[in-house]
């Protein structure tokens, strides 16, 4: 599973200093990401190493279970009422059309919501730093640590799991 880390840098010269260093640490492009302020990413950033993620995929999976419990509530409390005629298979049609309608909402609601490092480290962006941001497994992370701090780069404190990126 990877873990995400968080580093900011103070110019875009550092945070491409900061990307060779992690290359040589061993890291790919693909766990390699930059964020900055709108007009620096427009200008001076690549594709390939902007994030652009949003919380769609969690807000996905929590309305999928928020969605499938309704639904699953919504088809016992029908099959209680046997006037209605709804059977077990018509709760679990419920259920599922619960979660379906849950995952559906949900991911339009997330897909709109930035991303937690760029909410979290908005003041950071909002000054001109660019956040260069690790994706890797536990193995890489040290030395690619190591190799941004060493180019100058400042550790923030953020760690979360990138098991759905």
Excluded at 3 to 22: E, G, K, M, N
Excluded at 89 to 102: D, I
Aim: proline letters at 5%; hydrophobic letters at 50%; a negative charge.
């Amino acid at each position: 599973m990877k873990t995400r880390h968080v580093f900011s840098v103070p110019d875009l010269a550092t945070a491409q200093a900061a990307i060779s260093a992690a290359r040589e640490a061993g890291l790919t492009d693909d766990n390699l990401s930059l964020i900055a302020r709108s007009d620096i990413e427009l200008e001076s950033i690549s594709d390939q190493h902007k994030e652009a993620s949003t919380d769609f995929m969690p807000a996905a999976l929590r309305g999928a279970a928020t969605g499938g419990a309704a639904g699953l509530v919504a088809g016992l409390v029908a099959i209680a009422f046997p006037p209605l005629g709804i059977t077990l298979a018509g709760a679990a049609l419920l259920t599922v059309g619960g979660a379906a309608v849950g995952t559906w909402a949900s991911a339009l609601i997330g897909s709109t919501v930035e991303d937690p490092v760029r909410r979290k480290f908005e003041s950071e962006i909002h000054a001109g730093r660019i956040l260069v941001v690790l994706d890797a497994e536990d193995p890489q992370l040290p030395a690619a640590e190591a190799a941004i701090k060493a180019v100058g780069g400042t550790a923030l404190p953020y760690e979360a799991s990138t098991a759905l990126r």
